[in-house]
């Protein structure tokens, strides 16, 4: 089993920028693809962005072109970069690692942007 540990979060002024990690406690070359999710109160957990093992991304409409997910198999982490954050973008942020026989969350980061 794979744990995966979120960090990063935090309290920023719309604007600026934030970068989470998210570790895995063994290696997270094995998933097909991992992503970061996120959910605000009151709303449903949707898809912010997901990486394949092969390095292909899509992102929701609404942070395309604001952030950028990357994975670095070495130290077994993946990173969602958050630039001209709203606040709209405030939300408990999740990684998830998906394979044909795995399905593992995170237990979350907080983000909030507010002036």
């Known amino acids: 089993q794979v744990r995966l540990v979120e960090s990063g979060g935090g309290f920023v002024q719309p604007g600026g920028s934030l970068r989470l990690s998210c570790a895995g406690s063994?290696?997270?070359?094995?998933?097909?693809?991992m992503g970061w999710y996120r959910q605000a109160p009151g709303k449903e957990r949707d898809l912010v962005a997901r990486?394949?093992?092969?390095?292909?991304?899509n992102f929701a409409d609404s942070v395309r072109g604001r952030f950028t997910i990357s994975r670095d198999n070495a130290k077994n982490t993946v990173y969602l970069q958050m630039n001209s954050l709203k606040p709209e973008d405030t939300a408990v942020y999740y990684c998830?690692?998906?394979?044909?026989?795995?399905?593992?969350w995170g237990q979350g980061t907080q983000v909030t942007v507010s002036s």
């Open positions: 063994g290696s997270i070359f094995s998933f097909d693809f």
């Open positions: 990486i394949t093992r092969g390095g292909a991304t």
């Open positions: 998830r690692g998906v394979s044909v026989n795995y399905d593992y």
